[in-house]
């Protein structure tokens, strides 16, 4: 029978188009927390790493829970951007219903399309919001024509062309049936549309209570106290405290075990229980064998539910422990065992990451793109980690003989003035121009690119349209590769000695182009200190002074004025990085560097 009191959404959206904020009021208006509470003032409050934070992204999916009118109502909140789709396609299978999220001036992008097929795959019913009606260069009615025609091209049958759509500005909790006025909006609202929209059109799970146990489960968390915490819906049966359960690995082994504690959620806590009926998403302890797409089975009919298909990773990198003439100052965890011990670890739960052992003692890591690896880098620095990172490098697989490449859709929103630099540029990876049309902002481009294209792509255009171009890119598919690509890449500043950098070398090493450090930065011989505004490669001394003597010229007695160095980002580190260069990274730095340190090294090495 199904279980008229209980709902299981997932909220789904393009990055940055408010589904964690949206989370917050649905949590502050459904009064799980005390009016006093902490988390009443708080923001992004299911964003609780501390990467997600300080991104304003969402990395890993998390299920909450309110009541509202007497009915629970799971909630999932799932990662928008592309390189973590992984989450997204897990924990999908947990809800009966979505949100399907959509910026009102935004609209559609990339991973709107990829979340929504996937939703709609899974035959979730949705409910459209589109948020951020107050802005002012919002589109709402354009925008609902655009979200349509997407439903149109991605319905698997066609009920799910019929779907109920709320107005919301998610910032302030506010949530319309019918598009609301100027003067309206600036009335006091809240999210009442919204929660009546979930009870009257998300079904209640048609699980059945009766009969064996089964869970498949879909996340795992850790906990000091209780350790392995292994997070599913229940599919079938009721899940009981201190109960003799089997465990059905992804290759039919089975272990016998006994569930210890079961958890159900509210607001940002986990409620122990004596038991959890089906539909309900629980958090059981004690199976410490368990892993993603493990099966919780009743000891009396042990059958496993279907896997989960994940998506194939697009982009590769080898990492290894670092070999700098610095390792060891930063961090603690330097050997290869000990970077093995903790990237086995991360393939428990990091469902679309592979890993592959080389003799070397490297390790290729094979993941969804740049974010989704160097999230995975930046925390295994913080966690003491020195390492070594490749140049990226895409996944490619062979069929019948031909090899096969991924391919993204990329979408760039740029002004007018940057038009035919980017075309140009990307009719030289072999962009294939597929729409473009104006915005409110300029002009968006639309095009199918392999994604070997891609790398380097964001620090150029960075570059040549001064910050301006926005660009967001989703797999597509794979096809046959095509030919190399002949692309110019500028060469780089190369540190020739081992010391502090000086403001005169500094000085010197502008005049040939960009610089990447500060002086009194410590470098090392070989170690990529700049890019040249030339080709190829350039040795420079930044660590020597000016001379002194005792002979007076106008040169010495000009003040050195050097430019702040290019700052950048893990990613735009990771794009830099060329075939014959590492990328090292401690706690406390990235530096580039040259995969042979001496000249002659790297010449005897072509």
């Known amino acids: 029978m199904p279980k008229q009191n209980l709902r299981n959404i997932a909220i789904i959206a393009h990055v940055d188009h408010g589904k964690t904020t949206l989370v917050d009021f649905l949590l502050k208006q459904s009064n799980t927390f005390r009016e006093k509470s902490e988390h009443m003032s708080e923001d992004l409050i299911m964003d609780s790493n501390d990467l997600e934070r300080e991104r304003g992204i969402t990395i890993l999916a998390k299920n909450t829970a309110i009541n509202y009118k007497g009915t629970k109502i799971n909630i999932i909140d799932t990662p928008g951007h592309a ?28 991973q709107t399309k990829f979340v929504l097929q996937k939703a709609l795959e899974a035959n979730l019913v949705p409910i459209v919001v589109i948020s951020k009606i107050d802005k002012p260069a919002a589109r709402p009615e354009e925008v609902f024509h655009e979200t349509q025609s997407l439903f149109l091209e991605l319905a698997v049958h066609e009920s799910q062309l019929v779907f109920p759509v709320i107005w919301a500005v998610g910032r302030e909790g506010k949530a319309y049936k019918e598009l609301p006025t100027k003067e309206e909006l600036s009335k006091p609202a809240n999210l009442e549309p919204l929660f009546e929209t979930i009870l009257e059109r998300i079904p209640a799970p048609k699980n059945s209570s009766d009969g064996p146990l089964q869970v498949l489960i879909t996340t795992l968390d850790y906990d000091d106290f209780l350790g392995k915490y292994a997070i599913g819906r229940i599919e079938r049966g009721i899940a009981k405290k201190n109960a003799a359960v089997v465990l059905i690995q992804t290759d039919g082994t089975k272990i016998n075990t006994r569930i210890e504690k079961v958890f159900v959620s509210l607001g940002l806590e986990r409620l122990e229980v004596e038991e959890a009926s089906a539909g309900d998403i629980v958090a059981l302890t004690g199976l410490a064998e368990a892993s993603i797409n493990t099966t ?77 690896l160097t999230v995975l880098l930046e925390t295994l620095r913080r966690e003491g980690f020195e390492l070594e990172v490749s140049e990226p490098k895409v996944v490619t697989k062979v069929i019948d003989g031909k090899t096969y490449e991924p ?200």
């Open 296 to 372: 919780v089975a009743s000891v009396d009919d042990p059958t496993s539910l279907p896997p989960i298909a994940i998506q194939e990773p697009t982009l590769k990198i080898s990492v290894g422990p670092n070999t700098s003439p610095f390792v060891g100052r930063d961090g603690k965890l330097l050997t290869s065992r000990q970077i093995k011990e903790r990237l086995d670890k991360e393939l428990e739960t990091n469902v679309s990451l592979r890993m592959e052992v080389m003799p070397s003692g490297e390790f290729i890591l094979s993941g969804r793109g740049s974010l989704h």
């Open 83 to 110: 390189d973590f789709a992984g989450e997204v396609e897990r924990t999908l299978h947990m809800a009966d219903g979505c949100l399907l999220l959509v910026d009102a001036q935004e609209g559609p992008m990339p």
């Open 407 to 606: 391919v993204e859709e990329l979408i760039i929103d740029i002004s007018e003035e940057y038009f035919g630099l980017i075309s140009g540029e990307l009719g030289k990876r072999r962009g294939k121009l597929v729409d473009t049309f104006k915005t409110t902002s300029g002009t968006r481009l639309v095009y199918e690119v392999p994604t070997r294209a891609i790398i380097g792509l964001r620090n150029l255009f960075m570059t040549q349209t001064r910050g301006q171009a926005v660009m967001n890119s989703s797999f597509l598919r794979f096809d046959v590769a095509g030919p190399e690509l002949e692309l110019q890449r500028l060469g780089s500043l190369i540190a020739s000695e081992t010391g502090k950098a000086l403001s005169n070398g500094i000085e010197v090493a502008q005049g040939r182009g960009i610089t990447y450090i500060l002086p009194t930065d410590e470098v090392y011989a070989g170690e990529v200190i700049g890019e040249n505004a030339k080709e190829g490669d350039l040795e420079i001394n930044v660590c020597k002074g000016r001379q002194l003597t005792n002979i007076r010229s106008a040169r010495n007695d000009e003040k050195i004025q050097i430019a702040p160095p290019k700052q950048m980002n893990f990613e735009q580190f990771l794009d830099a990085i060329k075939s014959d260069e590492l990328l090292e990274v401690t706690p406390k730095a990235l530096r580039l560097r040259k995969r042979y340190l001496t000249k002659n090294e790297r010449n005897k090495s072509h």
